[in-house]
């Protein structure tokens, strides 16, 4: 079940790989105000009296990652019970892998039963994570316990990413104004508005001289 995510996850990976990042260089602390959602998964704000817009997924996914590394840095991720276990099919190296890293991702949120021969009954998930996101964020999971890493917060900085990146996909719902204002305000608090984990931008300063190109002044 989980090799039928592959090919998405690889195109996610390579859309990571090259990241157009472009830092806005902000004296004081960010202050957004007057948020104004917009089509498409966007909103337009004023920060720090400066036109920016805002890719609300990204964002999203800046202010999960934040939370997932303080929450993991504190030992454990909130489970929620599923009312009906779902089970899935391993193959034999990602089931071995499981065995092996079953602790750490059992403290991840995660309450699955092993058993045997590939299969796995999934009986609660992390926090907040959509359900039907469930077998990506194990694949990538096992990914991230796949590959050696030397430092202990690195392997945790892939980890809340990985659960970032899985509780954000998918399209943005409508935004209130009041809602795009709560938003905002926690991405300000995160101190790293300018990217998401994976390295893209968040937001994007529309400046006089932007505006008078696109205008023909």
């Given amino acids: ?9 690889a195109d996610d990976w390579r859309d990571e790989e090259a990241p157009e990042q472009k830092r806005l260089d902000i004296e004081q602390e960010a202050v957004f ?5 917009l089509a498409g998964g966007y909103l337009v704000a ?7 817009v805002v890719d609300v997924r990204r964002a999203r996914e800046r202010i999960f990652y934040e939370n997932c590394l303080r929450m993991l840095g504190r ?3 909130p489970s929620q019970r599923l009312l009906f ?3 899935l099919e391993l193959s034999t190296d990602e089931y071995a892998l499981l065995e ?8 991840l949120g995660f309450d699955l039963g092993l058993c045997g021969e590939g299969v796995v009954e999934v009986k609660g998930t992390p926090a907040d994570l959509p359900v039907e996101e469930m077998d ?3 694949f990538n999971l096992l990914q991230a316990f796949s590959t050696p890493v030397p430092v202990a917060d690195v392997r945790r900085e892939r980890i809340a990413a990985a659960m970032a990146r899985s509780a954000c996909r998918g399209a943005c719902p409508p935004l209130s104004r009041e809602e795009a204002s709560v938003l905002l305000g926690q991405l300000a608090a995160t101190r790293s508005y300018s990217f998401s984990p994976s390295g893209k931008s968040v937001v994007a300063e529309i400046t ?3 505006l008078c190109a696109k205008l023909g002044q």
């Avoid at 105000?33 to 959602?37: A, F, H, I, M, Q």
């Avoid at 004023?46 to 920016?52: E, Q």
Wanted: aromatic share 0%; net charge negative; no cysteine.
């Fill in 136 to 138: 990506q964020l194990l």
């Fill in 75 to 77: 030992g454990a991720v």
């Fill in 100 to 107: 092996e890293h079953a602790v750490e991702i059992a403290a």
């Fill in 208 to 210: 006089p001289e932007d």
């Fill in 1 to 9: 079940l989980l090799a039928r995510r592959l090919k998405q996850n």
């Fill in 85 to 87: 276990p779902e089970r």
């Fill in 33 to 37: 105000s007057d948020p104004l959602p």
């Fill in 46 to 52: 004023l920060m720090s009296g400066r036109l920016v």
